[in-house]
């Protein structure tokens, strides 16, 4: 008897280390996040400051800028805000006629059915800029992080301070 349990111990301890090691391999397929897949297309109509239509894989995606707000142009109760429409004109220089690429956070969809992204439109020195940071960084639009979509806050935040302390876009004083 004395001789039969180190060997039930040492399978029931095999047994815990294989499935210790089973875990342990399958945990990056397991535990990562897969990552973001990107879309691109050609965008097709621009709605204001902060949202788009692109043309996606066949049909047209109305896209909002993650991270960012710009002042409102056709809001049923607000109305047209102030510098809604320098915000559109700022938007409508970056990305109409363009192609943009369009990187998705952790939510895809807002609560309208809009694509969630960060939009990225190709230069004409072959670089990249994301327009959401550009219209921060040029003062047209502001800061709104809606959690989990976060990725980019920090550097949204910077390129805010820097421009309400440059006096730059909707931060001009009168």
Do not use: C
């Not at 040029?138 to 980019?152: C, F, H, S, W």
């Amino acid at each position: 008897m004395a001789r039969g349990l180190p060997i039930r111990f040492r399978a029931l301890a095999l047994a815990v280390l294989g499935i210790l090691l089973l875990a342990g391999a399958l945990w990056p397929v397991v535990g990562t996040p897969e990552p973001a897949r990107t879309l691109a297309g050609p965008v097709v109509r621009l709605v204001d400051g902060d949202t788009i239509h692109v043309q996606v894989n066949g049909h047209v995606e109305k896209v909002r800028y993650i991270g960012v707000n710009t002042p409102e142009i056709h809001h049923p109760r607000k109305g047209e805000e102030p510098g809604g429409r320098e915000a559109r004109e700022v938007n409508r220089r970056l990305v109409e006629g363009r192609s943009v690429r369009l990187e998705p956070d952790v939510q895809q969809r807002d609560r309208y059915g809009r694509l969630l992204a960060y939009v990225w439109v190709r230069q004409d020195d072959g670089g990249e800029v994301m327009v959401n940071a550009e219209l921060v960084r040029l003062g047209y639009a502001q800061v709104m992080t809606i959690p989990p979509n976060v990725r980019y806050t920090s550097t949204f935040l910077a390129f805010q301070r820097q421009a309400r302390d440059g006096h730059r876009g909707l931060w001009r004083q009168p």
